[in-house]
Antibody, heavy 120, light 106 residues
Framework: AVQLVESGGGLVQPKESLKISCAAS????????MYWVRQAPGKGLEWVAR??????????YYADSVKGRFTISRDDSKSMVYLQMDNLKTEDTAMYYC???????????WGQGTLVTVSS | EIVLTQSPTTMAASPGEKVTLTCRAS?????MHWYQQKSGASPKLWIY???NRASGVPNRFSGSGSGTSYSLTISSMETEDAATYYC?????????FGAGTKLELK
């Protein structure tokens, strides 16, 4: 079964950095584009970042709200995807979900999320 | 950026009642996805490509629409259907979501 397990969330101060991780299993990770989607407390869903596969040069895409501050990366040998978050702002406080479409153009699978809180 | 507007924002339905949730896009999209999220849980893909039910979704759920107007319909509301439903488009980057419709049990 497909499983996505996020980790690394926590409490950080504004302008600090944090790196969150997602461990994937149950599918051929190297063939799958991966995504991060976030949800601020009591709010809706927001797509954050996308990373494509090796044949697509690991191309990355970002929401305007995080462009230049967040970096998505992957390690196919470990079936891991990461989100490096720099210069964090209070508005980045959210549950961060790792998602996968497995060749489809939809967020078919979701992890349980990891909570990032940015506060002084 | 394509903006998705969901209506209503909140609604309550009685068991057995027919429910229709709508999602309007600011520009035409090729298809729409819907996700169900219950309190404290991760979202789940519910309807994909406008009208296809995801695995395990009861057949009382259906989706329809085209262009800028889409809907999710529950033919007969059940207790377990109380949740927030989000529409989402993949036609244009960024992949935007609607703000959600919170469906409560009356």
């Amino acid at each position: 079964a497909v499983q996505l397990v996020e980790s690394g969330g926590g409490l950080v101060q504004p302008k600090e950095s944090l790196k969150i991780s997602c461990a994937a299993s149950g599918f051929t990770f190297s063939n799958a584009a991966m995504y991060w989607v976030r949800q601020a407390p009591g709010k809706g869903l927001e797509w954050v970042a996308r990373i494509r596969t090796k044949p697509n040069n690991y191309a990355t895409y970002y929401a305007d709200s995080v462009k230049g501050r967040f970096t998505i990366s992957r390690d196919d040998s470990k079936s891991m995807v990461y989100l490096q978050m720099d210069n964090l702002k209070t508005e980045d406080t959210a549950m961060y979900y790792c998602t996968a479409g497995l060749g489809t153009t939809r967020f078919a699978y979701w992890g349980q999320g990891t909570l990032v809180t940015v506060s002084s | 950026e394509i903006v998705l507007t969901q209506s209503p924002t909140t609604m309550a339905a009685s068991p057995g009642e027919k429910v229709t949730l709508t999602c309007r896009a600011s520009s035409s999209v090729s298809y729409m996805h819907w996700y169900q999220q219950k309190s404290g849980a991760s979202p789940k893909l519910w309807i994909y490509d406008t009208s296809n039910r995801a695995s395990g979704v009861p057949n009382r759920f259906s989706g329809s629409g085209s262009g800028t107007s889409y809907s999710l319909t529950i033919s007969s509301m059940e207790t377990e259907d109380a949740a927030t439903y989000y529409c989402q488009q993949w036609s244009s980057n960024p992949y935007t979501f609607g703000a959600g419709t919170k469906l409560e049990l009356k």
